[in-house]
């Protein structure tokens, strides 16, 4: 398990260490213009100094990107059951879901600002925008898998709809509910972050831009947030592989 | 039989709601799919189980054993024929009987003693109860040890006896029991088919005493297990012969050398082949 896991993480790992080295020794020897491309040693520890500005960014920008997933898990699963329930209800409405995803999630964000402002509600609605269909697909996927077997046998004891759903449909298709939850994981911040850039009082966006924008340039801190973001992608992906884990006690470890 | 009727005497709050289960002329015709025409799965069957009897529908497969299951189940309904449970012409039959599907349908997230104690969750008994109930019967089928284990830690064998304690947990009136021991390996089905039969023959477990349908193509267990045998003919399905089992109760594994079990297993089988030759034949002169 341990040498497994060793096996996992080594190798990714050693390329990563190995990119940063060679992207330090390539600013070193002075062939880009650090200005323009700072190296990794000195956008750590010019990121680090402006801690005081970069903590409440960070909290704001999570607090948007938890709460927009939040949202777009209660209404992913407010339509999938609504969907999987109804055939009227799956047949109007599931394409027009998979169409809607014609539409460039980032074009909406000024729309989104000029009907909720600049405060904390555009931001989710955004995040929930992009995280809605995996989760939502993965959910109306997941209840139309389950067991048929299962389904009639707890017919055989006359198990109610509501009970099909709460004992069979639900349990069977939280695999794939977290599977779509993992891909939202990875929008969520950069999601709020664009929603910041068109405009926001505080937040990584706002960070980045004012960073991007500062005489002189400080391409250090856009590095460093970008960074931060990488980062606390990865963390709250890792609360959610965590909150699967407790989900679903019956799958095996390894 | 007469073993039945003293465990009836010795316990009769258990198994006097052992209801028979009848049926007349029972056919189920499938609607064709895209303008194809209709396929008649069944054609029809009469069948008869006394109230205890333990009765077996056995056929070569894909002759329509499934369908008459669900339709005696209730998960389907009959394109003809009649359906008595109890005497009883039921319209509406789900929950007449414990039905226990071919794979064993376990579900994963539940624990074993959490799948036993699903029909009686189900029927409004608290977990607590429910769990109290099943403990000691886990413990009679040799499941002592995996009472809070999950479905995929069991082996093959282990999983039909959870299936099968989930199936007589809510002492039922009727089981249908549908290829119970089909995907397991041939030693382990032996086992098992020696295990139910122990377990038939105590007195003390639940929904043991209920009449049984049991469906399968294995010659040995039909005989092994059953009152009567009903011999199908391949699809559409009908009753090609009725042979009656008079081995006496209780049974035990070692009847299975005995001259006497292997001439009716020379029999069921006889009636199973000309039952498949005929339908052939039959079913030649209609391609010519």
Redesign the interface.
């Known amino acids: 398990m341990n040498t497994l896991r060793f096996r996992t993480w080594l190798p990714p790992a050693l390329v990563l260490v190995a990119a940063v080295a060679l992207w330090q020794l390539w600013v070193s020897a002075g062939h880009l213009d650090p200005q323009l491309v700072p190296g990794p040693w000195f956008v750590v520890w010019s990121t680090w100094d402006d801690q005081a500005n970069l903590w409440p960014a960070i909290g704001t920008t999570t607090e948007e990107a938890v709460l927009g997933l939040l949202a777009a898990a209660a209404a992913a699963f407010v339509i999938a059951v609504a969907i999987d329930t109804w055939v009227p209800v799956r047949r109007g409405l599931y394409p027009l879901i998979i169409a809607s995803q014609t539409i460039p999630m980032i074009a909406l964000a000024p729309l989104v600002l000029i009907w909720w402002g600049f405060g904390l509600v555009p931001k989710i609605v955004l995040v929930a925008l992009f995280s809605f269909f995996p989760v939502a697909v993965g959910l109306i996927q997941g209840l139309a898998a389950t067991d048929p077997d299962s389904l009639n046998l707890l017919r055989t004891m006359r198990a109610s709809r509501l009970a099909l759903l709460l004992r069979v449909r639900l349990p069977s298709a939280l695999p794939q509910f977290f599977t779509g939850l993992k891909i939202s994981v990875t929008y969520a911040y950069g999601a709020a972050i664009v929603a910041e850039f068109v405009g926001a009082e505080q937040g990584l966006g706002l960070y980045m831009y004012s960073a991007a924008h500062a005489a002189p340039v400080a391409t250090d801190l856009v590095f460093g947030a970008i960074v931060a973001i990488a980062l606390l992608t990865i963390a709250l992906f890792a609360v959610v592989a965590g909150l699967e884990r407790v989900a679903m006690p019956w799958k095996p470890r390894g | 039989m007469t073993k039945r009727t003293t465990t009836q005497a010795a316990a009769p709050d258990q198994h006097s709601r052992a209801a028979s289960l009848e049926l007349r002329g029972v056919g189920k015709r499938f609607p064709g799919l895209g303008g194809a025409a209709p396929v008649l799965a069944v054609d029809t069957v009469d069948l008869l189980a006394r109230p205890g009897e333990f009765v077996t529908l056995i056929g070569p497969s894909g002759c329509g054993k499934s369908t008459v299951f ?1 339709v005696v ?3 389907e309904e009959p394109t003809g024929g009649e359906i008595r449970i109890g005497g009883e012409p039921l319209a509406d039959r ?2 007449a ?3 226990m ?3 064993d ?1 376990l ?5 074993v003693i959490d799948n036993v104690t ?2 009686l969750e ?2 409004g008994m608290s977990r607590r109860e429910a769990r109290g109930r099943a403990r000691p019967l886990l413990e009679r089928f040799g499941l002592g040890d995996f009472v809070r284990a ?3 830690q069991l082996s093959g064998g282990m999983r039909q006896r959870v299936a099968l304690l989930r199936t007589v947990i ?1 002492d039922p009136a009727l089981m249908l029991l549908d290829e119970p021991f089909g995907a397991l390996d041939s030693i382990t089905r032996a086992d098992l088919q020696d295990w139910l039969l122990r377990a038939w023959a105590s007195d003390d477990v639940e929904g043991v005493g209920a009449t049984v349908l049991l469906v399968t193509h294995d010659i040995s267990e039909a005989v092994l297990l059953s009152d009567r045998v009903y011999v199908m003919t391949p699809r559409p399905g009908r009753i090609a012969a009725v042979i009656d089992i008079g081995l006496p109760r209780p049974r035990t594994p070692e009847l299975r050398a005995d001259d006497a079990f292997v001439a009716l297993e020379r029999q069921v089988r006889h009636e199973l082949q000309r039952a498949i030759t005929e339908r052939g034949e039959f079913s030649d002169q209609e391609v010519t």
């Open positions: 669900n189940a209730g998960l789900l929950g009987s414990a039905y599907p071919q794979r349908a579900l994963p997230w539940r624990r699903l029909p189900l029927r999950w479905p995929w809510g």
